[in-house]
């Protein structure tokens, strides 16, 4: 019998419902498949803004790796970068620590082993972050009241804060990304409030500089603070002063909704969106929350006009779209769809908030197919049947070899208008490359 990677198609995933996902779609159902396609998604540490990059995302902090050697080993990619020299630092594990727990009594003289020795160096930190695996997961560990331990050894007001890199809750309420973004903020203390002042909360890179700052510049903001232009930890700590915050990744919701408990600082969320329509009713709805007039019609126009040019130029274009790249996969598939364009397959990790998009798929292009890239049939995945001109995607690329591809997964953050312009632009240019 042949061997086939296990696919769905919207209209049927549609059928079934949000609370009947199939399990081959889901990444915490069954064994996980660490393609070439897959090893950023899996691997905090390998690739992208995972969990280690994200915990020290905070300026002058330092990070203390707590893992058996297999764990931390992965981390070399990331600390090689110049701008993370003389940041990370490991406490390893043996297989008594495994068992017994007895590491936990290292930590607090791990950690002020590690300040010492940057202080001697004239790089004394901040902000400690204490990142740990499932082993300890698995033991229970209190890492709050480790933290608490580290801070009261150091007695000079250096931060300790953990940094989860548990794989194991990957599909609970807090995930690791979420998390992490929960413990940076956690670190801001109340401030008064400069009614000028807005942060941008969402990714570890910066937002691309677009029609979202003009907005906010525009309507009298003087400062757009967002935690990756922070060039010091008291520029940093000013974020405290927001009059509010504005969210640009879902996974940052629970960190809006403490600093709002916490700090007074409202929220409100703004979404990726790759439909010229959606976008501009997304900012005339967010303007008329906050208040403020704006214009932004000349984006919108060259958004449209992007879109426009590359319909007139491949009107019967064929799209495969991985999750590695900056943009929703069921977003952007629903948004080609709309403009008149095809999306053969789908190769994403699927969960019910993404039903939103699947559901108005099924209505317009039911025969769009969605692999899990987790999924360990995938294996058996032959791309010779799908009639694809083009894949967006690092892991698409892995997966559709033979024909051209756009990543489109660069540090720095597309959005709103400007995204879907320089998107559409880059489709363009590669498909003419390709074709001339």
């Not at 930590?107 to 972050?129: C, H, Q, R, T």
């Not at 214009?295 to 991985?322: C, R, T, W, Y």
């Not at 943009?327 to 908030?353: K, M, N």
Request: hydrophobic share 40%; proline share 6%.
């Amino acid at each position: 019998m042949q061997k086939k990677a296990v696919r769905y198609t919207v209209s049927e995933i549609a059928k079934l419902g949000k609370d009947n996902i199939p399990a081959e779609l889901l990444s915490g159902q069954g064994l996980v498949y660490s393609s070439p396609a897959t090893l950023a998604y899996n691997s905090p540490g390998a690739e992208g803004f995972g969990v280690k990059r994200a915990g020290l995302a905070v300026p002058e902090s330092v990070m203390l790796i707590v893992s058996p050697g297999c764990c931390g080993r992965n981390t070399s990619i990331v600390s090689s970068m110049p701008q993370y020299k003389d940041r990370f630092f490991y406490l390893m594990m043996d297989e008594t620590d495994l068992v017994t727990g007895r590491h936990l009594k290292r930590i607090p003289d791990a950690v002020s082993e590690v300040v010492s020795f940057l202080d001697k160096n004239g790089k004394k930190p901040k902000v400690v972050m204490i990142c740990i695996t499932c082993v300890d997961a698995l033991l229970g560990t209190d890492m709050e009241r480790v933290c608490s331990a580290c801070e009261r050894a150091l007695d000079d007001g250096t931060r300790v804060r953990p940094c989860y890199m548990y794989a194991l809750t990957r599909e609970g309420r807090r995930p690791p990304m979420v998390h992490v973004r929960q413990t940076l903020y956690s670190l801001l203390e109340p401030m008064e409030k400069d009614p000028r002042s807005v942060n941008i909360i969402g990714n570890f890179a910066p937002l691309e500089e677009g029609e979202l700052q003009k907005m906010l510049f525009d309507a009298g903001v003087k400062n757009i603070r967002q935690i990756s232009t922070c060039g010091t930890y008291e520029e940093f700590l000013k974020m405290a002063s927001a009059n509010f915050n504005i969210v640009t990744n879902p996974e940052a919701r629970a960190a809006a909704l403490d600093m709002s408990n916490r700090l007074g600082i409202p929220y409100i969320e703004l979404t990726r969106v790759h439909d010229v329509d959606r976008n501009a009713l997304q900012y005339r709805s967010f303007a008329n929350a906050v208040g403020i007039k704006a214009d932004v019609s000349a984006e919108e126009v060259k958004a449209q006009e992007a879109v426009g040019s590359l319909k007139d130029a491949f009107p019967d274009l064929v799209f495969n779209i991985g999750e590695c790249l900056n943009a929703d996969p069921f977003e952007l598939a629903l948004s080609l769809v709309r403009y008149g364009f095809g999306v053969d397959e789908i190769y994403a990790t699927l969960s019910p908030e993404k039903f939103k998009y699947i559901s108005k798929l099924a209505e317009i292009s039911p025969d769009t197919k969605v692999f899990c890239n987790m999924d360990p049939t995938m294996l058996y995945y032959d791309v010779s049947s799908s009639p694809a001109d083009i894949s967006l995607g690092k892991d698409a690329a892995f997966y559709c070899p033979e024909i051209p591809n756009i990543a489109w997964n660069s540090d720095v953050q597309p959005f709103g208008f400007q995204g879907i312009t320089a998107l559409m632009n880059e489709i363009n240019r590669t498909m003419k490359e390709v074709r001339a």
